[in-house]
């Protein structure tokens, strides 16, 4: 149960940020179109590709990559869930319950957890055997708490299950 919370608020936090970051790459496309054209349109028709139509592109994927960072950092570092999470029902918390990880300790638990994304068949499933615990909280020491919130949003916490 846990872990699959866990990975569907991931998916929902991934599907929100493509939502929010992808519109301002289709804004840059145009923009750099206009810039060439000087004329603002919404649709692109051409004949052949100019040589520097990957840059905006390589760009938007520079961009979306560090939005997604420092969308997963900056809840971390805060103790506040994100989106996906706190529609899921849990936060990250340090082991012994301290609000908010510290820079490294944040920065430690997006690095191996995006690594361990990488893995993800075997990460996965060595979490459901080791009682939620997945190798990205063994190896920053950190938790997955559930929220239990009530009419006015406070919320108590207990240890995922």
Do not use: C, K
């Amino acid at each position: 149960m846990g872990t699959m919370r866990r990975f569907g608020a991931f998916f929902l936090d991934m599907i929100l940020l493509m939502l929010a970051v992808l519109p301002l790459l289709v804004v840059l496309v145009l923009g750099v179109e206009y810039d060439y054209t000087e004329e603002w349109t919404w649709t692109l028709r051409r004949e052949m590709p100019r040589p520097t139509d990957p840059w905006p592109l390589y760009g938007g994927i520079a961009g979306m990559l560090l939005a997604i960072g420092a969308y997963f950092y900056r809840a971390l570092r805060l103790g506040r869930p994100t989106l996906g999470r706190y529609i899921a029902g849990y936060h990250i918390a340090v082991q012994h319950g301290e609000p908010g990880l510290g820079r490294g300790r944040a920065f430690e638990h997006l690095v191996v957890s995006s690594l361990s994304l990488e893995l993800w068949p075997i990460t996965i499933v060595v979490g459901w055997f080791n009682d939620g615990v997945h190798l990205w909280d063994e190896g920053t020491d950190t938790r997955a708490l559930v929220v239990e919130r009530n009419a006015f949003g406070d919320g108590d916490t207990g240890l995922l299950r």
